[in-house]
């Protein structure tokens, strides 16, 4: 992730954030102030006053709002962003959810911020955490410079036809959205041109194909909505790792769902989200001049956790260290959680269900085949057609 | 009605498009009766048609022309609001 | 005045919302719905509220709506409408939609996601002056999870969690004035009206509400057999009975002008408008005298309150002809 120092400006993330969207120019940019995203969205704001940006800017009345209209706004046919931290997402926390199921590629900066109480305003990862199961994708930048980077990578990820959801940019709070570090954006025509058109399968506002969006579902169906939802969030790192190849060309840089660092012959690898990696990278460095076998794992793509690739880079490590910047009270931390299961899927002891989405019976034939290693992941799911 | 379609045949989002979603018949809600109207007293005043819970009220341009008793469910508000008594409440034998 | 025919060719032979759907025989509802958007001119794009409305009307995979429908959430339909505003804004200025498509967006909610958990997205959408109509099919209670009270149900009403009982008369507050309230918000248009026999004036207001340059807000009360205790074929003479009564009274505010427009000839006594009810049954015993006086003496309140504010009445409407009810 080098940044070409002749090229760079000195940006706080937040500033790099707003200069990506304006680069990209979204639709609609439904907007509600909370520390320490603010920054984001009143430099997109003077860009709008400015005419440097074109989009409606929607100066909503609370986050719920903000995503709502960001919903509607995505689903009726225009290229829709917004960005929030800790209490917000927390407020929305109940439309993310439908965001992500409804399939509105929305694309929301999300300036990491511990969760009350008690009020904090500066950075943990509780509230990415708050939404981890909520279907939506969670892409995590380490420094200004790759904030600006997975912005301008998220709508396309967020849109392509396979994947169509909503995708958070995480910047954490302070550390990268308030400080300055240099920056090197790439043109506006060559954002333009990466970003391309904005294309939903069934915008609300085409008169000439008339839908109904955002159903009720009962038992009969609520199970395969939510199956066909997971299978596009699986598919979403492949597709994130295209795309990430076709950005390199354009600017330099290589992304990926993970960044294994010195982890060739380590022995102890400790494993983190956002900003902490680059400071980790430098304690990694001065150990292995002292001939210590430590690494770095870091992860971009908290969802979908690339757990297949996780496996891979630590085969062989001894001791994994996860550091979570968030806590889950009585149970495991969410990151080591996420990485204990994909270490541990392949040992024969344990594996993963899901079942009873939506009121769909459990029946005993089902817990049988499960007993019996019989059943699939989905447990209950139709796959086939059932005849009338 | 059709049968249950598995998860992959579903559009993305839960979007139904009109032009291919089907339509309940609770016209089998009716518990005994049915409306029933006599042309011959129907001044065309349409407020049958307006009433309806159910647009089951069938039109030919601006005239009444039937009751669409796939989708009426007897609540019988179209012979209460109409002003000649043309329309009738009757045995349901279906 | 509008007629009736020409409802009539503006829904063309397909009504915005279809039969198929799982509303009540007999719910007030679907009057309120097509005589609202067949009242108005050219395409239409409607938002839900989570409700009676939604829920009955779109159980996947059915549709009863001919109209592009979104439903997001239950408070949000407010907040979702002005996002499709933005988008349809944002569209056409840049060339992305067929320029004469001038269409209307038109949010639906009950009451509860217009006066409780709506009010606020409401509110804020109002203020910021988006291009939309948002109704408020008020029934007066949370029908759709089984008759709670909400912030619309009248003083005195029984609900399930406003029961009647050894200490209880129901309700023990009064309804907020979310028409007074929309106004404060100084939008181009906000009224009051009701189906039912007075469908005319619905139709009228749906019309300017439609051509409105920003918001406009429209409150209709629509009666419910189940939540209000009553034969559904008793429903066109109870809304009639609250206007002609005057606990709702039909009005608008134009351009923050207060205009009546409708003024009954002789004002029904609220008892009879209550009596029908099974939701005030227990007002009618004979230790509840006390509260039905005081609905009385509120609707009076209210009603020369109202005189007072309108600047004018509408030049009155031909009278609904009085119905024999078999």
Redesign the interface.
């Known amino acids: 992730m080098t940044t070409e120092l002749a090229r760079a400006q000195l940006l706080t993330g937040g500033e790099a954030v707003a200069e990506a969207m304006r680069q990209i120019d979204p639709?609609?940019v439904?907007v509600y102030p909370i520390t320490p995203q603010t920054p984001i969205i009143q430099t997109f704001a003077k860009f709008v006053a400015d005419g440097r940006a074109?989009?409606?800017l929607?100066?909503?009345?609370?986050e719920?709002?903000a995503m709502?209209?960001?919903?509607?706004?995505?689903?009726?046919?225009?290229r829709?962003m917004t960005a929030t931290s800790s209490q917000g997402l927390a407020l929305m926390a109940?439309?993310v959810y439908?965001a992500a199921?409804?399939?509105?590629p929305v694309v929301m900066a999300l300036g990491n911020r511990a969760l009350s109480g008690p009020i904090n305003i500066h950075c943990d990862h509780s509230d990415s955490m708050l939404i981890r199961d909520s279907g939506v994708i969670q892409l995590f930048a380490e420094n200004a410079q790759e904030a600006y980077d997975l912005t301008v990578i998220a709508p396309r990820l967020a849109e392509h036809p396979d994947v169509?959801l909503p995708v958070l940019v995480c910047l954490d709070g302070f550390t990268i959205t308030h400080a300055a570090e240099p920056v090197a954006p790439l043109d506006d025509e060559a954002v333009r041109a990466f970003v391309g058109e904005y294309r939903v399968?069934?915008a609300?506002?085409?008169?000439g194909?008339?839908?109904?969006?955002?159903?009720?579902?009962?038992p009969?169906?609520y199970?395969?909505?939510r199956?066909?939802q997971a299978?596009?969030i699986d598919g979403a790192n492949d597709v994130f790792a295209e795309l990430c190849l076709e950005y390199e060309e354009l600017s330099g840089r290589a992304y990926g769902p993970l960044q294994g660092y010195r982890l060739e012959g380590a022995e102890t690898a400790l494993v983190c989200l956002g900003s902490s990696a680059g400071t980790a990278k430098d304690v990694v460095d001065d150990l292995r001049a002292d001939g210590a076998p430590v690494g770095l794992l870091k992860i971009c793509s908290f969802r979908p956790f690339p757990a297949e690739a996780i496996q891979a880079l630590l085969a062989g490590v001894e001791t994994v260290a996860v550091l979570d910047r968030a806590d889950s009270p009585g149970g495991a931390p969410p990151l080591f959680a996420e990485v204990a299961a994909a270490l541990a899927a392949g040992a024969p002891a344990l594996r993963s269900y899901v079942y009873g989405l939506g009121g769909r019976d459990l029946h005993p034939a089902d817990i049988g085949d499960v007993l019996a290693g019989a059943a699939r992941h989905y447990v209950g799911?139709?796959?086939?057609?059932?005849?009338? | 009605m059709r049968g249950l379609s598995p998860w992959t045949e579903l559009a993305p989002g839960g979007v139904v498009v009109r032009d291919e979603a089907e339509q309940p018949k609770t016209g089998d809600w009716r518990t005994g009766l049915k409306p029933a109207a006599d042309l011959s007293r129907c001044v065309d005043c349409l407020l049958c048609w307006l009433y309806c819970p159910d647009s089951a009220i069938l039109l030919d341009g601006t005239a009444f022309a039937g009751i669409d008793l796939d989708y009426c469910k007897g609540c019988e508000l179209c012979a209460a609001v109409c002003p000649t008594g043309a329309i009738e409440m009757v045995g349901d034998d279906d | 005045m509008p007629r009736l025919k020409t409802l009539v060719r503006n829904e063309a032979g397909t009504p915005p919302l279809r039969g198929g759907h799982s509303l009540c025989q007999g719910c007030g509802i679907p009057m309120v719905v097509r005589t609202v958007l067949d009242s108005i001119e050219g395409p239409t794009v409607v938002v839900s509220a989570t409700g009676c409305l939604e829920v009955a009307t779109t159980r996947y995979p059915t549709t009863a709506w001919n109209v592009p429908w979104l439903h997001v959430a239950f408070e949000n339909a407010a907040a979702a409408a002005s996002g499709v505003e933005s988008a349809y804004c944002a569209l056409r200025r840049r060339g992305g939609l067929p320029q004469e498509d001038e269409l209307t967006i038109v949010a639906f909610a009950g009451d509860g996601g217009s006066y409780d958990i709506g009010l606020q997205a409401l509110s804020g959408a109002l203020e910021r002056g988006h291009r939309f109509v948002f109704v408020c099919y008020d029934n007066q209670a949370y029908m759709n999870t089984g008759v709670q009270r909400s912030g619309a149900t009248p003083f005195g009403a029984a609900t399930t969690t406003s029961p009647a009982g050894e200490f209880s008369f129901g309700k023990l507050q009064q309804r907020k004035d979310l028409t007074a309230i929309a106004a404060a918000h100084h939008v181009p248009y906000v009224a009051q009206s009701a189906a039912g026999p007075h469908w005319q004036d619905l139709s009228r207001k749906a019309a300017l509400a439609a051509k409105a340059d920003g918001p406009a807000f429209l409150n209709v009360l629509a009666d419910c057999p189940l939540g209000w205790g009553h034969e559904a074929t008793l429903a066109p003479a109870l809304v009639n009975g609250a206007v002609e009564s005057c606990i709702w009274p039909l009005y608008e505010v134009d351009g923050g002008r207060w205009r009546l427009t409708y003024r009954p000839e002789k004002r029904v006594p609220i008892a009879d408008w209550l009596r029908p009810q099974k939701r005030f049954a227990h007002l009618f015993r004979p230790e509840a005298a006390g509260v039905l006086d005081e609905i009385q003496r509120q609707v009076d309140e209210g009603w020369a309150a109202l005189l007072e504010r309108c600047e004018e009445t509408w030049p009155a409407v031909a009278r609904p002809r009085a119905r024999r009810l078999r």
């Open positions: 639709d609609v439904p074109r989009g409606e929607v100066d909503v009345e609370s719920h709002s709502s209209a960001a919903v509607a706004a995505a689903l009726a046919g225009a829709t109940e439309i439908i199921s409804l399939r509105a169509l399968p069934h609300l506002l085409d008169l194909r008339v839908t109904t969006q955002g159903p009720f579902a009962m009969d169906y199970f395969e909505l199956r066909q299978a596009a799911v139709r796959s086939e057609p059932c005849p009338a």
